[in-house]
């Protein structure tokens, strides 16, 4: 298999639709002190069909306090979906004919769900005892590391 790399036309990616599936902020029962160390685990999910040109990417992140006695969590899953006037560019088949997508394609398809997800969560938290959470910046390929479990 020949990898072919195609150069990545921003003009040709539309976010569509933005899907919450959850947003878990959960209570600190008995503390009145603001979260200020937390543990923070994130993940990904993708999804396609070629001819729409349509890319999902699900994002999820799990926080959990350090500090506070039984760590409660707060946790976040958001799908988002693109559509890609070029898609067909940005992948080549494997052995089984399925596609295999770009790395740096499928990176920056994350990088713009990841500030949009930041945005999201900030403005969720920001008046809770979780003290408005920011998601560290990271680069966009970090999160391509990490796996979502089925749920």
């Not at 890319?55 to 506070?68: N, P, S, Y």
């Not at 969720?124 to 089925?150: A, D, F, H, R």
Request: net charge negative; charged share 20%; hydrophobic share 40%.
């Amino acid at each position: 298999m020949t990898k072919k790399t195609h150069h990545i036309d921003p003009s040709k990616i539309h976010l569509k639709h933005i899907e919450e599936l959850y947003a878990d902020i959960g209570e600190l029962i008995g503390n009145q002190t603001p979260v200020s160390s937390f543990d923070t685990k994130i993940a990904h999910k993708s999804a396609f069909n070629v001819s729409e040109n349509l890319f999902l990417l699900g994002l999820k992140v799990v926080f959990r306090a350090i500090e506070i006695q039984d760590q409660p969590e707060c946790s976040f899953r958001v799908n988002f979906h693109f559509q890609v006037d070029n898609l067909d560019k940005m992948f080549t088949y494997n052995e089984e004919d399925t596609p295999v997508f770009q790395e740096n394609f499928v990176a920056t398809l994350a990088g713009i769900s990841y500030s949009t997800f930041r945005g999201m969560i900030y403005e969720k938290t920001n008046k809770t005892l979780w003290n408005g959470l920011l998601l560290p910046v990271i680069k966009p390929s970090i999160l391509l590391q990490s796996w979502i479990e089925n749920e």
